[in-house]
T-cell receptor, first 112, second 115 residues
Framework: DAKTTQPTSMDCAEGRAANLPCNHSTISGNEYVYWYRQIHSQGPQYIIHGLKNNETNEMASLIITEDRKSSTLILPHATLRDTAVYYCIVRVATSGTYKYIFGTGTRLKVLA | DGGITQSPKYLFRKEGQNVTLSCEQN?????MYWYRQDPGQGLRLIYY???????QKGDIAEGYSVSREKKESFPLTVTSAQKNPTAFYLC??????????????FGEGSRLTVL
């Protein structure tokens, strides 16, 4: 079962920040949150991940609440090429390895 | 360049036939994964492998089989026992030695259609 819930879809104006929320209220203390995006019929692309601190890289920022029950992915200046499905994922440790549990994702449409 | 190669990209199969999807990586990654994606849905885990000659069932393993005889290769067989095999199949790998990061790298997928 998915450990994350996300809105089904969102729109964002080009050049504005896109803020994509994710709820992971059952996350355990050592489970990381990962974000991926998928452009139609391609393999998902890694964006960013975090455990409890906020993270930033060249693609995005990840804000994780203090209780770790939710997070927000921020694309600071959305472009048309950012139109994709964004997945918030919890990485679960199991049997000496990790499982990455995907939810149904948020379909982000960036509007010109 | 390093990466993950899935083949074939498109595959058509008659009902009742087994088919094998190839996944090869030259990233020297230990862990490999197979996911299934249905239209408008997220990814569901079929099988995963931490090391050579070892693999575990994921959430929807029924009707599928895998092998991991080489580090670079993790083929998936969709058997005739799989009731609804038409889907988009994605293979991924991960550097298992980097436990605190270790993001998944995905191939471009194989789209299987059963006629």
């Amino acid at each position: 079962d998915a450990k994350t819930t996300q809105p089904t879809s969102m729109d964002c104006a080009e050049g504005r920040a896109a803020n994509l929320p994710c709820n992971h209220s059952t996350i355990s203390g050592n489970e990381y949150v990962y974000w991926y995006r998928q452009i139609h019929s391609q393999g998902p692309q890694y964006i960013i991940h975090g455990l409890k601190n906020n993270e930033t890289n060249e693609m995005a920022s990840l804000i994780i609440t203090e209780d770790r029950k939710s997070s927000t992915l921020i694309l600071p200046h959305a472009t048309l090429r950012d139109t994709a499905v964004y997945y918030c994922i919890v990485r679960v440790a199991t049997s000496g390895t990790y499982k990455y549990i995907f939810g149904t994702g948020t379909r982000l449409k960036v509007l010109a | 360049d390093g990466g993950i190669t899935q083949s074939p990209k498109y595959l058509f199969r008659k009902e009742g036939q087994n088919v094998t999807l190839s996944c090869e990586q030259n990233l020297n990654h230990d862990a490999m994964y197979w996911y299934r994606q249905d239209p408008g849905q997220g990814l569901r885990l079929i099988y995963y492998s931490q090391i050579v000659n070892d693999f575990q069932k994921g959430d929807i393993a029924e009707g599928y089989s895998v092998s991991r005889e080489k580090k670079e290769s993790f083929p998936l067989t969709v058997t005739s026992a799989q009731k609804n095999p038409t889907a988009f199949y994605l293979c991924a790998s991960r550097n298992a030695r980097r436990s605190n990061t270790g993001e998944l790298f995905f191939g471009e997928g194989s789209r299987l259609t059963v006629l």
